[in-house]
């Protein structure tokens, strides 16, 4: 084969690759983008906040006093305010979950008054570790849209480095006689 046949061959590859990484690029910035703005755009409007920080515990403001006072509008924020709630919950029934306090309150045998005292135990627990799923659900979400974002960005640097090559080594290809052989 001779030279100016491959490098025209590689260069037209190069080429091919680097569009592919250009527009795969793209689309995985605007879907991190759109993540990331959807998750901003369903937390905003529910206006969970953290305490400002002079209310939080000492506990409390070593483990989310960076966020003291803000909206809960991105997903970092929604998973250090999962850790306030868990901190929360974990005073209820002496760190019992929502499954083990509900089933003590359907025990047999359990007198009415305990009962009623741990399904209202039972019941505030459901809608913390349901607000804490809901929170690092969005978190995640996040998460996997940034991944997406970032790669984007080191797909289309790579897609623009790989173009300039490709049509470097065009430019080289027409330049090589075509009797030199490899």
Same mark, same amino acid.
């Given at each position: 084969?001779?030279?100016?046949?491959?490098?025209?061959?590689?260069?037209?590859?190069?080429?091919?690759?680097?569009?592919?990484?250009?527009?795969?690029?793209?689309?995985?910035?605007?879907?991190?983008?759109?993540?990331?703005?959807?998750?901003?755009?369903?937390?905003?409007?529910?206006?969970?906040?953290?305490?400002?920080?002079?209310?939080?515990?000492?506990?409390?403001?070593?483990?989310?006093?960076?966020?003291?006072?803000?909206?809960?509008?991105?997903?970092?924020? *929604?998973? $250090?305010? /999962?850790?306030?709630?868990?901190?929360?919950? &974990?005073?209820?029934?002496? @760190? #019992?979950?929502? !499954?083990?306090?509900? *089933?003590? $309150?359907? /025990?047999?045998?359990?007198?009415?008054?305990? &009962?009623?005292?741990?399904? @209202? #135990?039972?019941? !505030?627990?459901?809608?913390?570790?349901?607000?804490?799923?809901?929170?690092?659900?969005?978190?995640?979400?996040?998460?996997?849209?940034?991944?997406?974002?970032?790669?984007?960005?080191?797909?289309?640097?790579?897609?623009?480095?790989?173009?300039?090559?490709?049509?470097?080594?065009?430019?080289?290809?027409?330049?090589?006689?075509?009797?030199?052989?490899?």
């Amino acid at each position: 084969m001779n030279r100016k046949a491959l490098d025209q061959l590689v260069s037209a590859g190069a080429l091919v690759i680097a569009v592919v990484l250009l527009l795969a690029g793209g689309g995985a910035i605007y879907g991190g983008g759109f993540g990331r703005d959807n998750v901003t755009d369903r937390l905003a409007p529910e206006k969970v906040q953290f305490p400002p920080f002079d209310a939080m515990s000492p506990e409390e403001q070593a483990e989310v006093g960076d966020f003291a006072g803000q909206l809960v509008t991105t997903g970092p924020q *929604a998973e $250090a305010f /999962a850790r306030y709630i868990q901190g929360h919950l &974990a005073f209820i029934n002496d @760190g #019992k979950t929502y !499954s083990e306090t509900s *089933a003590a $309150a359907r /025990a047999e045998g359990l007198d009415p008054a305990v &009962a009623a005292e741990l399904q @209202g #135990k039972a019941d !505030s627990l459901f809608k913390g570790e349901t607000l804490r799923a809901i929170l690092l659900n969005a978190y995640g979400w996040w998460t996997v849209a940034t991944i997406a974002l970032y790669l984007g960005y080191m797909m289309v640097a790579a897609g623009i480095v790989l173009l300039i090559l490709a049509l470097l080594g065009l430019r080289h290809a027409k330049k090589i006689s075509a009797s030199v052989t490899v």
